[in-house]
């Protein structure tokens, strides 16, 4: 069975010490969650305020990207190792808005896929359509194509706990979520095609839906058989709502506990 991921996507959002108060407040306002994996993705400089301030409770920290290199002459860049040094358990890999903004290809996934491994780094691998795409009735051609290129050649036993994220780009930052069973339709797809790589390891890969992921979408978002948490922007970057949706999958995560059992 799948547990439930929330993750907490800043962006460029929160100084260290906003950080750290972040972070505190998130301490006492946590609710017990058995079923559901947390973490906070905060600017390569709030890293430390981060695994700091959360030392010792249920939310773990990652970085939003990760340089494929380890070391040398590339301006600008963080390596796997500085990333694990700091305290970081995850990193996440192609989000559309490096794709977008900075020109991340999915040659460059799947190197920073490689370096992620080196160090012993969760990877969240993002993938998604434009809104001309999904228009163009493209979809799950477009995941296809950035999931075979993306992962390309690694192996089951490589890919073992392995995050993957569905995040339609017409749907982040954009207030317009992907209705429950558009997520539902590309996620099994995203399935699908891991099963085709990786074999029956894919069934405990955790795919998690990201765009506009609020308190109230979450809960039918997250009933979803495909949908096994969610990478949050928006809705992360303050306690009540990051909260209110991590209850949200509690409560998802419990109801599939239950119906594991009774199977
Ligand atoms: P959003 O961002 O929740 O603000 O739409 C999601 C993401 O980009 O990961």
Known sequence: MRKMFIAGNWKLNKTARETAEFAASLRRALPPAAHTEIAVFPAHTSLAAAVEALRGSSVGVGAQDVAWEDSGAFTG???????KEAGCRYVIIGHSERRQLFGETDKA????????????LTPIVCVGETLAERDANRTLAVLDWQLKEGLKGFTAEQAAGWVLAYEPVWAIGTGRNATPQQAQEAQAFIRGFLIKQFGQAAEAMRIQYGGSVKPDNAAELLS???????LVGGASLEVAPFVA???????????????????
């Open 77 to 83: 860049e963080v390596s796997g190792a500085m990333l």
């Open 245 to 263: 949706i991590i209850l949200a999958a509690e409560r998802a995560g419990t109801s599939r506990a239950a119906a594991a059992m009774n199977r």
């Open 109 to 120: 996934v799947n190197r920073k896929l490689a370096a992620a491994l080196r160090h012993g």
């Open 224 to 230: 979803q058989p495909d949908v096994d948490g969610a």
